[in-house]
């Protein structure tokens, strides 16, 4: 197993545009978080998967954004009509049910709004 | 709502020196407490955690305190390195909760 992978490692796109990443757990684990990073700044937590189910979703996540895990496996946070607001590192973390919350995060893909 | 508030911000330690990087938080229900490391470029990737049942440990040149009346926790580096300059960052979590909630970092610097 070689880790979290995600996809793009890089975006620059137009403001308006929408623009999807993709995140690779760890296959053994049934947890799946989205994270927004923001320079100077700690991880913010967007949403998070139990398998397939999405079972939070943090308060500040805009309808602009949507997060999907099909079957339980990869994941997709989509982000439509982008804003310069929405330049940040998108970090993918997965973990294990069992024990404590472990995160083992991804590389992250930096999303930059032009 | 900042749940946890890390200090310093930033930290410059001669080679050989210690480090202490300090976070407190505001939620008792909070039951897991990790720190990771960030480099340029990665993920912050785990370094050690604690839970409040026990006040101290440690791995390595790593430990953990954890104050749980005060609600504070604070990473020790003994014996610093260059190559412990990174960023690092508290968190803490419930573990039946899912999500881990995240300090603002301190970005660590130990020179040669």
């Known amino acids: 197993d070689t880790g979290v992978s995600q996809d793009p490692r890089h975006k620059i796109t137009k403001r308006g545009q929408n623009v999807t990443f993709r995140c690779d757990p760890i296959s053994e684990h049934n947890r799946l978080y989205w994270y927004r990073q923001t320079l100077g700044q700690g991880p913010e937590f967007l949403t998070y998967f139990q398998n397939e189910a999405q079972l939070e979703k943090s308060r500040l996540l805009s309808d602009r954004f949507s997060a999907e895990r099909p079957k339980g496996s990869f994941s997709t946070l989509e982000i439509q009509r982008t804003e310069q607001g929405d330049s940040a590192m998108y970090l993918c973390a997965s973990s294990s049910t069992s024990g404590a919350n472990v995160l083992t995060f991804g590389a992250g893909s930096r999303l930059t709004v032009l | 709502q900042q749940q946890v508030k890390q200090s310093p911000q930033s930290l410059i330690v001669q080679k050989g020196g210690i480090s202490i990087i300090n976070c407190a938080y505001e939620?008792?229900?909070?039951?897991?407490f990790p720190w990771y490391q960030q480099f340029p470029g990665k993920g912050p990737a785990l370094l050690i955690a604690?839970?409040?049942?026990?006040s101290e440990k440690k791995e390595g040149r790593f430990t953990i305190s954890f104050n749980k009346s005060a609600k504070q926790f604070s990473l020790h580096i003994m014996d610093s390195q260059p190559g412990d300059s990174a960023t690092y960052f508290c968190a803490a979590s419930m573990t039946y909760a899912g999500k881990s909630t995240f300090g603002d970092g301190t970005t660590l610097t130990v020179k040669p």
């Open positions: 604690i839970r409040p049942d026990v």
């Open positions: 939620n008792t229900a909070f039951d897991y």
